[in-house]
Structures are given as structure tokens and as C-alpha cells.
């Protein structure tokens, strides 16, 4: 069973920029791949990016490739979504997630990622 734990959303004006983290416990959390995925109010839940277990790889959605980047610690068993110019439309909850081992190609649908977080609020607004 692995564990993970988003921190770091808020409010933010847009333009302004947020990192939010995910602390991971369990298992062994540097043989899985991690990805952040968001649901925005009264839309299905979408993914933002990935990032490979060992961190040669990293995906993103079309959407957000241009200000988001994605990455990890395996050390303090950590992946990170800086977020920078947001604007109202990243506006969701976002989610952490993981693979139970690693997959290639790195993947984006949610059916590959079998542990989630409970989310955390990001909410760009002025």
C-alpha cells in the first residue's frame, strides 16, 4: 500500500505561481512512476504531468507543458508540480498518483495509476 499526501495548493492571483507537494509512504516509492492529475468544477478529472521513477522521463498535458514542470526526490520520497502563470482556468483540485511499478511508455490515463491522494485545492481568482 503506498500513501500520498498533497500539500501546497491555495489561492493565488493569476500570474502568480504555486509548488505543491506530494510526500509519499509505503512502498518502496522510487520503483514507481508519479503523475499529478486536476478536476476543475463540473469537469471530469484530466492529467497535468508525469514524471518517471527514476526521472529520465517526464510527460505533460498540452495544456500546461508551457509553465508547469514536474519533478521528484526520491530521497524525501517527494514528486513536485511547479506551477507558474496560472491563470483561472488551472483553477481544480489536484491530485498525486502512482503507478504500482514503472510502465513504459510513461503513461497519462488514470487507470494506470492505482494509488491516489485526497487532493488539494488550487483556486486562482484575483
Known amino acids: 500500500q503506498v500513501y500520498l499526501v498533497e500539500s501546497g495548493g491555495g489561492l493565488v492571483q493569476p500570474a502568480g505561481s504555486l509548488r505543491l507537494s506530494c510526500a509519499a509512504s509505503g512502498r518502496t516509492f522510487s520503483n514507481q512512476d508519479m503523475a499529478w492529475f486536476r478536476r476543475a468544477p463540473g469537469k471530469a478529472r484530466e492529467f497535468v504531468a508525469a514524471?518517471?521513477?527514476?526521472?529520465?522521463?517526464?510527460r505533460y498535458a498540452d495544456s500546461v507543458k508551457a509553465h508547469f514542470t514536474i519533478s521528484r526526490d526520491n530521497a524525501k520520497n517527494t514528486v513536485y508540480l511547479q506551477m507558474n502563470f496560472l491563470s483561472p482556468d488551472d483553477t481544480a483540485v489536484y491530485y498525486c498518483?502512482?503507478?504500482?511499478?514503472?510502465?513504459?511508455?510513461?503513461?497519462?490515463?488514470?487507470?494506470?495509476?492505482?494509488?491516489w491522494g485526497r487532493g488539494t485545492q488550487v483556486t486562482v481568482s484575483s
Open positions: 514524471v518517471a521513477w527514476d526521472s529520465t522521463f517526464t
Open positions: 498518483a502512482a503507478t504500482r511499478s514503472p510502465i513504459i511508455p510513461l503513461m497519462s490515463g488514470e487507470s494506470a495509476y492505482v494509488y
